[in-house]
């Protein structure tokens, strides 16, 4: 999902804050009856750029939480940020979620739906339109923006490559 170049060496510089996506009951039937547990979906990041998905499994709900945090803490990637908005418009699908992100002017804020506003709202992203097309399981959903944040390419990168200022990146 995320390439080598974006993903987050060390987590100890780090401010993050977690968001608990998505609480799921799941129910094992056994002969001696039905054994209840719990799987959280969580997203960390510091709205600075960084973020992280984990899943956390358990008897309890804190439990779960708490792992799901652990596990989101050891896959953090960096995402490019520009201007509170990201570079440019990027589209990515996981299972069955399709997800289109663009960036948007200032003032727009975040509209997007509840699984994927958390992830922006944790990643830092201010102002961004987002559209979830198919399934709205929100584990697919989550999954889907965090490969397409991932897939988004640094204005600076981009200009250094071609070999251009980064004004003339925006222009075209």
């Given at each position: 999902m995320a390439t080598a170049f974006n993903r987050v060496k060390s987590t100890n510089d780090l401010e993050l804050t977690d968001r608990l996506v998505d609480i799921n009951r799941v129910t094992k039937?056994?002969?001696?009856g039905r054994t209840f547990?719990?799987?959280a979906i969580v997203v960390v990041g510091n709205q600075d750029g960084v973020i992280g998905l984990g899943l956390g499994k358990a008897g309890e709900v804190s439990t779960a939480i708490a792992k799901g945090v652990e596990a989101a803490k050891k896959n953090l990637?960096?995402?490019p940020v520009h201007k509170g908005t990201i570079p440019h418009e990027q589209k990515a699908a996981f299972g069955g979620a399709r997800v289109l992100i663009r960036p948007a002017s200032q003032g727009t804020g975040v509209v997007a739906g509840g699984a994927m506003?958390?992830?922006l709202e944790s990643v830092g992203i201010t102002d961004v339109l987002a559209k979830s097309q198919g399934s709205s399981n929100?584990?697919?959903l989550v999954k889907a923006t965090i490969a397409a944040l991932?897939?988004?390419?640094?204005?600076l990168m981009v200009a250094k490559s071609r070999g251009i200022s980064v004004e003339k990146v925006?222009?075209?």
């Open positions: 039937v056994t002969k001696g547990t719990f799987a990637i960096r995402v506003r958390a992830v929100a584990h697919n991932a897939e988004l390419r640094d204005p925006f222009r075209g």
